[in-house]
């Protein structure tokens, strides 16, 4: 199903060229409710990813716990109050350059090395896989496992030896985890960041050429995933997934994961989401633009609209075209890696009255919005967890030990507590939509158009969510919600976060959430949303619906 088709809007829409939206009093749109499910929807979409990475001043866990590895009090009561029902450990980048023994203590062997990220940097292995089993038996996560492709493709390793050792963390894993808990074990992570190798390494590796470094790579997952499945045949595994346009790359990891020896023991491949990563691009339909020319209204609006895509009515889609080719290739979907970074922005765009972290976490939401729409995304994991100075941080300890939650994952928590498992059909009529906003990503496609509400709604068989996103800086909007005739008449609830937009990504300060009750009038509620928010409207059924139906 083609995932624009999810959420219709009337043709009656204000559209501004290039504009913020300036909202006349009293306005109102309205969302009806259809009695049809669209799809199921995943909880494990709002998964998190507990990186241990190597550079840049940022350790996450590793710079947190002390030298037992445990972690503060208030560090676990704020992972724990994140909610998510999955966690993906250890690492991104530096996943295929971890030996992962060098996690665990060995007999015979004095501690624990630290290991070598991809940069040199290094990591104590303090917080090792026995300290984050025990976290995630305490937290009652699951775990999606990363292992190192990297030592097979280059010949670090004999091909049967490298697959046998990342069976073997596997193995471990199952013997520490709790029963049924590793949900997926990733072969690999951004491979194509290194592979294939550049036309001049090929024949050092016995490569002739790029369709010989394809089936290498097939070899390679083959051989990976048989050594997994005889410790575990049931284990879910995750490939990369080719990013679409990417050319070289893009050619030789479709010619291998499109063969029926990957797709017979693959299930997921990965697709990753970062923008716009501190490269600055503005630009409008192709034509450069100067940061300094723009207005306040288009670095709001093309700060919103930077993470994802959107279809014909400005309803977020997320990365849409990577789902649908990873769908066409016969896979599942996961977004193993996704995030709202700007690094620079305030430097960038000295001419802007607020910074980053709003309009961050607005365009968060929309990715959450889009991949909530997608059929084909099972599940993701947003980055980083735990950390002291990056931005992207879902729970952030500052150098005095203060914790707090980052903008971006107030968002995520959000909805892991208060979504639905299906979705619901509905119409969204009368919002406003911004026509071409600036782009600030170069690989990101140009939005046509952002509407000024986001909104889809989920259910499950205690009540209907509404989830709906306010993307105008300035003014309310009156959301009008005609109500069927299965939800009570009393007890919803809005759940809503604001925030001062003195609040950046990378410092203090956190979104304010606000609950509220309302008592429909005349089978009908009336929310107002506050600018630049992102809300969920909880409507009771009359009676819950029996389990069998959910």
Not at 103 to 117: E, N, Y
Not at 193 to 203: K, S, T, Y
Not at 393 to 417: C, D, H, I, M, W
Not at 420 to 426: K, V
């Amino acid at each position: 199903m083609d995932p624009s088709v999810l959420l219709t809007t009337t043709a009656a829409m204000m559209t501004f060229g290039g504009a913020a939206i300036a909202l006349a009093p009293g306005a109102e749109v309205t969302l009806t409710l259809e009695d049809r499910v669209v799809q199921r929807i995943s909880g494990d979409l709002f998964g998190q990813f507990l990186e241990r990475p190597s550079w840049g001043g940022e350790f996450g866990p590793e710079a947190v716990v002390n030298d037992q590895g445990q972690l503060p009090e208030a560090v676990e009561r704020h992972l724990r109050d994140l909610r998510a029902p999955l966690v993906r450990f250890p690492a991104g980048t530096d996943a295929d350059y971890i030996n992962w023994q060098d996690m665990i203590d060995l007999p015979g062997r004095p501690g624990r090395p630290a290991t070598k990220g991809h940069q040199g940097g290094l990591v104590t292995n303090r917080f090792g896989y026995p300290e984050y089993f025990g976290l995630a038996r305490r937290m009652k996560w699951r775990t999606i496992l990363v292992g190192n492709l990297r030592e097979a493709l280059y010949r670090q390793r004999p091909l049967a030896e490298a697959a046998a050792h990342a069976a073997e963390l596997l193995r471990y894993a199952k013997s520490r985890a709790p029963r049924g808990s590793i949900t997926a074990f990733q072969v690999g992570n951004e491979g194509w960041f290194f592979w294939p190798p550049e036309p001049n390494q090929l024949a050092a590796l016995n490569l002739a050429d790029d369709d010989a470094a394809a089936t290498w790579l097939r070899e390679c997952l083959v051989a990976y995933a048989d050594a997994l499945h005889r410790v575990d045949p049931k284990v879910s595994l995750i490939a990369d997934g080719p990013r679409p346009g990417d050319g070289r790359i893009a050619e030789v990891w479709t010619k291998a994961v499109d063969h029926p020896e990957v797709r017979a023991r693959y299930r997921y491949l990965a697709a990753h989401a970062y923008a716009p990563m501190g490269i600055w691009n503005s630009h409008r339909n192709g034509v450069a633009l100067q940061a300094n020319q723009l207005t306040q209204d288009e670095v709001w609006d093309a700060a919103v609209a930077t993470l994802g895509r959107f279809d014909e009515r400005g309803q977020a889609l997320s990365d849409s075209t990577a789902y649908g080719d990873i769908q066409r290739l016969g896979y599942r979907a996961v977004v193993t890696e996704w995030n709202w970074n700007g690094w620079g922005f305030a430097k960038r765009f000295p001419q802007a009255t607020f910074r980053e972290g709003v309009p961050a976490t607005l365009s968060s939401a929309g990715f959450l919005h889009g991949m909530m729409r997608h059929p084909n995304v099972d599940l993701a994991t947003q980055s980083m967890m735990l950390g002291t100075t990056w931005g992207i941080t879902a729970v952030r300890v500052n150098p005095k030990g203060r914790v707090a939650f980052g903008t971006q994952s107030e968002v995520t928590r959000l909805y892991a507590q208060y979504h639905g498992n299906e979705l619901l059909a509905s119409t969204l009529a009368g919002s406003p939509v911004v026509d071409k906003p600036v782009s600030l990503a170069g690989w990101w496609p140009p939005v046509a158009r952002m509407a000024s509400v986001d909104a889809l709604v989920t259910q499950d068989r205690r009540a209907i969510y509404v989830h709906v996103i306010h993307r105008a800086r300035e003014g309310t909007m009156t959301l009008n919600l005609p109500l069927p005739t299965t939800v009570g008449g009393a007890g919803v609830r809005v759940h809503t976060l604001t925030g001062e937009f003195s609040l950046s990504t990378a410092g203090g300060g956190e979104l304010r959430r606000q609950t509220t009750t309302l008592t429909p009038a005349h089978r009908a509620l009336k929310v107002v949303l506050p600018p630049a928010s992102v809300s969920v409207i909880v409507i009771p059924r009359r009676s819950p619906r029996p389990p069998e139906m959910d």
